[in-house]
Antibody, heavy 115, light 113 residues
Framework: QVQLEQSGGEVKKPGSSVKVSCKAS????????ISWVRQARGQGLEWVGS????????NYAQRFKGRVTFTADKSTTTVFMEVNSLRSDDTAIYYC????????WGRGTLVTVSS | DIVMTQSPDSLAVSLGERATISCRSS????????????LAWYRQKPRQPPTLLIY???TREFGVSDRISGSGSGTDFTLIISSLQAADVAVYYC?????????FGQGTKVEIK
């Protein structure tokens, strides 16, 4: 069964970093890529990038390259998204989802960036 | 990047009537090697993550009502809800997974008239 469990909400200052986790079931971790998608309040869906966790292969949307890093911990079947140099417009719900055809989604992690 | 454009941005439909949403891509999402359109549709209800409705442009996800159907090829796609029910009130998104970056339409809000 595919499950994606995300970490809880975060409040961060501008310029700081945040690391969000997405724990996958073992089958999901070994067989699926994981995408990260964000959604600002009242706005649409924006793909941040993806990771193939078994091989640590990452793919970032151009606008996030250099500021976002995806990693995977095979021992806990968890993938992580770290966002650096946070700005107020990074305030959003961040979802992890199965890559490509997004048939499974986490419940989302609200990241609030505020001074 | 492939730009996805939905129309309309919102629509109000009477219960039991048909709702039609269009999605156009800036370039074809048809993969000629497998003859599949790399196009999905999602529904998002308030305070919930999106849920997959349709993939390969017309394949209904397991458990999705047969009132919901997808069609189209190349750059023009349509999602139809054949008989609108209260549970269908949501925002609907199309998404291409033909080439990265994966991109979504801006969303179409469906309400009851």
């Amino acid at each position: 069964q595919v499950q994606l469990e995300q970490s809880g909400g975060e409040v961060k200052k501008p310029g700081s970093s945040v690391k969000v986790s997405c724990k996958a079931s073992e089958g999901t971790f070994n067989n699926y890529g994981i995408s990260w998608v964000r959604q600002a309040r009242g706005q649409g869906l924006e793909w941040v990038g993806s990771i193939l966790p078994l091989f640590d292969i990452t793919n970032y949307a151009q606008r996030f390259k250099g500021r976002v890093t995806f990693t995977a911990d095979k021992s806990t079947t968890t993938v992580f998204m770290e966002v650096n140099s946070l700005r107020s417009d990074d305030t959003a719900i961040y979802y992890c989802a199965t890559d490509g055809i997004m048939d499974y989604w986490g419940r989302g992690t609200l990241v609030t960036v505020s001074s | 990047d492939i730009v996805m454009t939905q129309s309309p941005d919102s629509l109000a439909v009477s219960l039991g009537e048909r709702a039609t949403i269009s999605c156009r891509s800036s370039q074809s999402v048809l993969n000629t090697s497998d003859n599949r359109n790399y196009l999905a549709w999602y529904r998002q209800k308030p305070r919930q993550p999106p849920t997959l409705l349709i993939y390969w442009a017309s394949t209904r996800e397991f458990g999705v009502s047969d009132r919901i159907s997808g069609s189209g090829s190349g750059t023009d796609f349509t999602l139809i809800i054949s008989s609108l029910q209260a549970a269908d009130v949501a925002v609907y998104y199309c998404q291409q997974y033909h080439m990265t970056p994966w991109t979504f339409g801006q969303g179409t809000k469906v309400e009851i008239k």
